[in-house]
């Protein structure tokens, strides 16, 4: 028992003291004021795609966000229908009608065109977005941001990602938005997502050019296009089932240094309000990352045990010097969730159930795996996404799930049919 002790606390001390500070409250990429605007005399043109796909719901509070953006450069907002079945694409037109002619001018709506074999439909419909923009622009020195149709942008988003760009001389600025977080569930739930995300990925080490961890968030990608072009378009990425790290790990790798924080400035709009959304967001990919790999199912399983499991337990059943050891590690352990709490103004108390929120965190990993083997994969947006061979086939179905901010790598890409 000891011994248990004694490794579950080594561990955090290697946590907490050297693991890139992944409990800490940033980094965070505040408004750029209008004099650091003025600052900056050239801004490079901008272009913005918004795949979407049954988003009608969101989808005009988004466009409108976009469009109300502070940007001093030329940027345009072109939103790529992908096969929706609610209105949305509609919605969006409507809309348009009724803006301004300056507004009217920078927004375009594209139908995505049947996805070819290979590709998945989010980046299909990227993919259809830049083609289209390339075909109008000189696209000479210019960035593509890529954002979900259920984020919410302030009016200073778009300059301060550039300008964190520029300033900094990155390829790539990616930021993991604020998560709704007003149910009960939610505040249960979904701050413990991105801690978890954060231990997974430490923001300083994929920030830090000399490492070799690379990470993203799809809600808010930012990219160069002479970077994107480097790594070979959207094509290099195009059957990766969890797609933004796979992005900013081939971008690390070839083009140099990027950068991934918390919003301050972006709103997911996407409601989480029942256990069973939250457990679907989850199952949807767990097991993707981990490569669909048995052998890491377990280690993920050992690891849990000690990091969440076995301080908790030995503080109620044990006693003497196994009892202290464990009391200490299991401060330390819910403590580290204190700064992640703040930044979503919720109660510290949350830190007093922190190793039940981590068993059904992993109780969703062990039943993605189940999914998998069962043959039901991943399903988003009505598209299932399966693999009972090492080849992954997507297929329609009567589903609609909600959307996930990405969890881990697509390092183990798979193929797509319809």
């Known amino acids: 028992m000891l011994v248990l002790a004694g490794v579950s606390f080594a561990i955090w001390i290697g946590l907490i003291f050297f693991h890139g500070r992944f409990w800490s409250r940033g ?3 505040y408004p750029l004021s209008r004099e650091e605007q003025k600052k900056q005399d050239c801004w490079p043109e901008l272009h913005v795609i918004v795949p979407a796909r049954d988003e009608a719901e969101t989808i005009e509070n988004v466009i409108l966000s976009l469009l109300n953006q502070d940007y001093a450069g030329r940027y345009d907002v072109t939103l790529v229908n992908d096969g929706s079945t609610d209105g949305t694409g509609t919605l969006v037109r409507k ?45 000479k020195n210019s960035f593509f941001f890529f954002t979900d149709a259920d984020i919410f942008h302030e009016p200073t988003h778009l300059s301060s990602l550039v300008n964190k760009a520029l300033r900094d001389n990155l390829n ?10 007003e149910s009960f569930f939610e505040k249960a739930l979904i ?24 990470a993203g968030a799809g809600g808010t990608v930012l990219i160069r296009k002479e970077a994107l072009d480097r790594i070979g378009g ?7 089932l969890i797609d933004d790290v796979t992005l900013a790990s081939l971008v690390k790798r070839n083009c140099g240094r990027i950068y991934l924080g918390h919003s301050s400035q972006a709103v997911s709009l996407r409601p989480y309000e029942s256990v069973e959304s939250i457990w679907n967001m989850i199952t949807r990919s767990a097991y993707v990352q981990l490569n669909y790999s048995l052998v890491w199912l377990m280690v993920t399983i050992i690891l849990m045990t000690l990091i969440w499991f076995t301080p908790f337990i030995q503080v109620i059943f044990s006693q003497g010097r196994v009892q202290q050891l464990a009391f200490i590690t299991y401060m330390m352990s819910i403590l580290s969730f204190v700064p992640t709490l703040s930044r979503f103004q919720i109660s510290y108390l949350w830190i007093l159930v922190l190793p039940f929120i ?16 069962r043959g039901k994969g991943m399903v988003w947006k009505g598209r299932a996404y399966t693999d009972n061979s090492g080849t992954a086939h997507e297929q329609e179905t009567g589903m609609g799930l909600g959307d996930l901010v990405s969890v881990r790598n697509g390092h183990k890409n798979a193929k797509q049919k319809d």
Do not use: H
């Open 358 to 373: 981590a068993l059904f965190y992993l109780f969703a990993t062990i039943g993605s795996a189940i999914n998998y083997y």
């Open 172 to 181: 790539l600025v990616s930021e993991m938005v604020k998560l709704r977080c």
């Open 27 to 29: 980094p965070i990429l």
């Open 95 to 139: 809309l348009r009608e009724t803006l301004s002619e300056d507004q009217r001018e920078k927004l375009q709506i594209v139908d995505a065109s049947f996805r070819p074999d290979g590709w998945s439909g989010k980046l299909w419909a990227l993919s259809q977005g830049i083609t289209k923009v390339t075909q109008q622009r000189s696209m």
């Open 234 to 240: 959207i094509a290099a990425l195009k059957d990766a």
């Open 191 to 214: 701050p413990a997502f991105i801690f978890f995300f954060c231990m997974l990925y430490p923001f300083s080490r994929v920030n830090k050019a000399s490492s070799t961890v690379a």
